[in-house]
Antibody
Framework: QLQLQESGPGLVKPSETLSLICTVSGGSISSNSYYWGWIRQPPGKGLQWIGSIYYRGTTYYNPSIKSRVTISVDTSKNQFSLNLNSVTAADTAVYYC????????????WGQGTLVTVSS | ETVLTQSPGTLSLSPGERATLSCRASQSISSSYLAWYQQKPGQAPRLLISGASSRATGIPDRFSGSGSGTDFTLTITRLEPEDFAVYYCQQYGTSMLTFGGGTEVEIK
């Protein structure tokens, strides 16, 4: 059974960089059938797609935050990661990683999510 | 960017009733690349429907999706107690993925 697990600091100071890792187990990230994505959800609000990556490194980002986001993949560790710089309180959210079926497809497996709070 | 508008914002129904949720897109969604998710408090979203009408693995047949172009519908034929949750639609037909604002199905 495929599992995804987010990890990283739960508290980040304003103007600093938010860094999260998603570890994939029970399957290989190096599959040509899937993209791997990050989605976030501010407390009490809806879902926002941040960006996605293919195991060979092709990335797509949400234009609204593209200037601050980097998503990378480490196939040797079966992980992909999210870096979001210059964070503000508006970046406080639960961050999810997910497997996407096909090219930027629907998310069929999700991590449990991790709450990241931006506060001094 | 394709904007998805879900209606109603809240649906108050009783167990056993039928739920009809709407998702309208600001532009036509190619190849019906429209998904529906269910989210319960404190949990990650769960994929219900992809390709507008294909149920994901393990999803009961009381959930069905329909529609094309700009108008899509999620129907739950007979609400079970575990179906009370928030439902989101998502389009993935472009390189900019977007979600609707959600519909909460609450117990009347």
């Amino acid at each position: 059974q495929l599992q995804l697990q987010e990890s990283g600091p739960g508290l980040v100071k304003p103007s600093e960089t938010l860094s999260l890792i998603c570890t994939v187990s029970g399957g290989s990230i190096s599959s040509n059938s899937y993209y791997w994505g990050w989605i976030r959800q501010p407390p009490g609000k809806g879902l926002q797609w941040i960006g996605s990556i293919y195991y060979r490194g092709t990335t797509y980002y949400n234009p609204s935050i593209k200037s601050r986001v980097t998503i990378s993949v480490d196939t040797s560790k079966n992980q992909f990661s999210l870096n979001l710089n210059s964070v503000t309180a508006a970046d406080t959210a639960v961050y999810y990683c997910a497997r996407q079926d096909g090219w930027l497809g629907s998310g069929d497996y999700w991590g449990q999510g991790t709450l990241v709070t931006v506060s001094s | 960017e394709t904007v998805l508008t879900q209606s109603p914002g809240t649906l108050s129904l009783s167990p056993g009733e039928r739920a009809t949720l709407s998702c309208r897109a600001s532009q036509s969604i190619s190849s019906s690349y429209l998904a529906w998710y269910q989210q319960k408090p404190g949990q990650a979203p769960r994929l219900l429907i992809s390709g507008a009408s294909s149920r994901a693995t393990g999803i009961p047949d009381r959930f069905s999706g329909s529609g094309s172009g700009t108008d899509f519908t999620l129907t739950i034929t007979r609400l079970e107690p575990e179906d009370f949750a928030v439902y989101y639609c998502q389009q993935y037909g472009t390189s900019m993925l977007t979600f609707g604002g959600g519909t909460e199905v609450e117990i009347k």
